[in-house]
C-alpha cells in the first residue's frame, strides 16, 4: 500500500512540474479593474508567472474549503463534546452510586454485587 501512495505521489509531483514548466509565461495580475482604477486613482498590480496563478487559486480554494467546513461542523463538535462531559458526569454518579449501595457490606459480597 506504501507504494501505491508513492507512485501516486510522485505522478502527481510530475504532472504539477510539467504543468508550471509549460507555463511559466509571465501574467500582470491587478488589484481592480482599469475602469475602477481610473475612478480610484491607484491599481496595484504585480506579475507573477501563470502557473504560480493557478496553484496559488487552487491553494486557496482548498484552505478555504477546509475553514468553511470546519467552521460548519463546530455545531456537531461542540454536541459531541457537551455529550461526552455528561457521560463522564454520569459515569461518575453511576461509581458514586454503586460506593454508597455497598457501604456497611462484607467486601467479598460487594466486589460480587458489583460484578453482576
Not at 475612478?39 to 478555504?64: E, Q, R, Y
Request: net charge positive.
Amino acid at each position: 500500500m506504501r507504494y501505491i501512495r508513492y507512485a501516486v505521489l510522485a505522478a502527481l509531483a510530475i504532472v504539477l512540474v510539467s504543468v508550471a514548466l509549460a507555463n511559466r509565461a509571465s501574467v500582470e495580475l491587478k488589484l481592480m479593474p482599469d475602469a475602477f482604477a481610473e475612478l480610484a486613482g491607484f491599481n496595484h498590480g504585480i506579475s507573477l508567472p501563470l502557473f504560480v496563478v493557478v496553484l496559488g487559486g487552487v491553494g486557496a480554494g482548498l484552505v478555504i474549503g477546509f475553514l468553511w467546513e470546519w467552521l460548519r461542523e463546530h455545531k456537531h463538535r461542540s454536541e459531541a463534546a457537551q455529550k461526552t462531559r455528561e457521560a463522564r458526569r454520569l459515569n461518575r454518579e453511576v461509581t458514586r452510586l454503586k460506593k454508597q449501595k455497598n457501604e456497611g457490606k462484607d467486601e467479598v459480597l460487594a466486589l460480587l454485587e458489583d460484578a453482576g
